[in-house]
């Protein structure tokens, strides 16, 4: 695809600051264009909750950093013993490698604490991260489809996609791979429609947070299965991915706390 969109010349005033020429990574674009398009919407949700423009700026920038930091370390860890060895190779790829998992499980506590410290009401503002995350997650997926990255597996059907960029991050080039980033919008698409069908329908705070996190966890176990980045990491001899493995905690700590706050009134 197109991994990196245009490349500048650093101003005058720069040079001996930033490198000699700039250049703009599609990945990085789509990442900044799902975060205006939550912060919209998550605004314009949660004015209600004595959300300001304020407030959710600093929530956002302490996810942000949450979200970088878990992310990484997750990217680390699913090839541990090659970082432990070389752990310079860690510093060669700070513009790429993320697990979306990492980000999340470093996020939520991290919203949660924010959300306590500013005496906003927790799972009903959970309720609205049903909007927020697909939003942001689908952008930055079309920014993995783009740079290359999140790829699938060697592909015979017509859906298949075939990543021939040079920097392209994409294994093997030039021939068709399952286009698993838009099978991932795909379900985040499904799961926003279903969360706007039920919001007003919810019978407990956080029951939208839950269904987000729960539909998220099938469908990436679905998907997972024609990911081809070996990378990834793998547990229980091959048998599941990091992510699977993931998925399945985190559908069954769902499945708990569908089942404490639908007999509690406190948020």
């Known amino acids: 695809m197109f991994p990196k969109l245009f490349s500048f010349k650093t101003p005058e005033f720069l040079s001996g600051y930033l490198p000699a020429e700039i250049t703009v990574y599609s ?40 979200a970088f930091v878990g992310g990484k370390l997750f ?6 013993n090659k970082y432990l060895n ?10 790429g490698g993320f697990v979306f998992y990492g980000s999340l499980i470093f996020t939520v506590p ?28 689908s952008f930055g997926r079309v920014g993995c489809f783009l740079a290359g990255c999140c790829h699938g597996k060697v592909c015979d059907s017509p ?14 080039q030039n021939v068709p791979l399952y286009p698993t980033q838009l099978f991932d919008i795909g379900v985040n698409i499904i799961i926003l429609l279903l969360v706007i ?9 956080g029951q939208l947070f839950l269904i987000y996190l729960a539909l998220y966890a099938i469908g990436r ?31 069954c700590t769902c499945l708990y706390f569908w089942k404490q706050w639908s007999r509690s009134t406190e948020h």
């Open 27 to 66: 990945y990085g674009v789509m990442i900044a264009l799902g975060v205006l398009a939550s912060f919209y919407v998550g605004l314009k949700k949660s004015r209600h909750l004595g959300m300001d423009a304020d407030k959710l700026a600093s929530l956002f920038l302490w996810s942000i950093a949450a």
């Open 75 to 80: 990217f680390y860890f699913e090839d541990f």
């Open 86 to 95: 070389d752990p310079a190779a860690m510093l060669s790829i700070t513009g």
């Open 110 to 137: 991290t919203i949660v604490w924010r959300l306590k410290k500013e005496k906003i009401a927790v799972r009903p503002f959970l309720d609205e991260l049903a909007f927020i995350g697909p939003i942001i997650h």
């Open 159 to 172: 859906i298949g996609v075939t990543f021939s960029h040079p920097s392209s991050l994409a294994k093997p």
């Open 197 to 205: 069908a039920v919001e007003r329908k919810k019978k407990f705070e």
């Open 221 to 251: 176990s679905i998907v997972e299965i024609y990911r081809g980045d070996e990378a990834r990491g793998f547990v229980f001899g091959g048998a599941l991915s990091h992510s699977q493995f993931i998925a399945i905690l985190i559908f």
